[in-house]
T-cell receptor
Framework: KNQVEQSPQSLIILEGKNCTLQ??????????LRWYKQDTGRGPVSLTI?????NTKSNGRYTATLDADTKQSSLHITASQLSDSASYIC???????????FGTGTRLLVSP | EAQVTQNPRYLITVTGKKLTVTCSQN?????MSWYRQDPGLGLRQIYY???????DKGDVPEGYKVSRKEKRNFPLILESPSPNQTSLYFC????????????FGSGTRLTVV
């Protein structure tokens, strides 16, 4: 079954600290993996998209990695800010699929 | 500004009263999709459309209808809403289904009493 699992479910960190969110998937064959940031009550906003041949991609303080062999991805946030408080969703697209497979997200709270 | 616009943002309705949630995009995107988001379940696809007059069911299509008569609009229709359709709904669009990022609307919070 095609699944995307994220960990941890929730995380609290102090402002200025770094953190890493994990995403494991079983989607096969694989096309691409996306990370989205979703503020409470708002629509998700794309952070990164990675295909099979890419193993790292950055967007400002956000850096995503992909290991297609182990089917794992991580999202690293550097020097966290209060505005980073949100849910982070990992989404995997399978080659030839008509739909995406969504993780349930990691809820991050950055505390002052 | 490139965006996906959903209306309304909030809606409270009664069981059985037909309603439509509108979705419009100004990016000439071919692909559009509707999702519902419930606590602990993440986003689940309701219906999607690859282009004008081409629609197909997602994971949870029961109780919903869609239409795609124009490229920019993709309304979600609940013919007879029930309380289990209380949820947060998102419309999204993309140039193509797989290769690029999706643009999501701001969401519609629907409560059916």
């Amino acid at each position: 079954k095609n699944q995307v699992e994220q960990s941890p479910q929730s995380l609290i960190i102090l402002e200025g600290k770094n953190c890493t969110l994990q995403c494991n998937y079983t989607v096969s064959p694989f096309s691409n993996l996306r990370w989205y940031k979703q503020d409470t009550g708002r629509g998700p906003v794309s952070l990164t998209i990675m295909t099979f041949s890419e193993n790292t991609k950055s967007n400002g303080r956000y850096t995503a990695t992909l290991d297609a062999d182990t089917k794992q991805s991580s999202l690293h946030i550097t020097a966290s800010q209060l505005s980073d408080s949100a849910s982070y969703i990992c989404v995997v697209s399978g080659a030839g699929f008509q739909k995406l497979v969504f993780g349930t997200g990691t809820r991050l709270l950055v505390s002052p | 500004e490139a965006q996906v616009t959903q209306n309304p943002r909030y809606l409270i309705t009664v069981t059985g009263k037909k309603l439509t949630v509108t979705c419009s995009q100004n990016m000439n995107h071919e692909y559009m999709s509707w999702y519902r988001q419930d606590p602990g379940l993440g986003l689940r696809q309701i219906y999607y459309s690859m282009n004008v007059e081409v629609t197909d069911k997602g994971d949870v299509p029961e109780g919903y209808k869609v239409s795609r008569k124009e490229k920019r609009n993709f309304p979600l229709i609940l013919e007879s809403p029930s309380p289990n359709q209380t949820s947060l709904y998102f419309c999204a669009s993309s140039l193509s289904q797989n290769r690029v990022g999706y643009t999501f609307g701001s969401g519609t919070r629907l409560t059916v009493v």
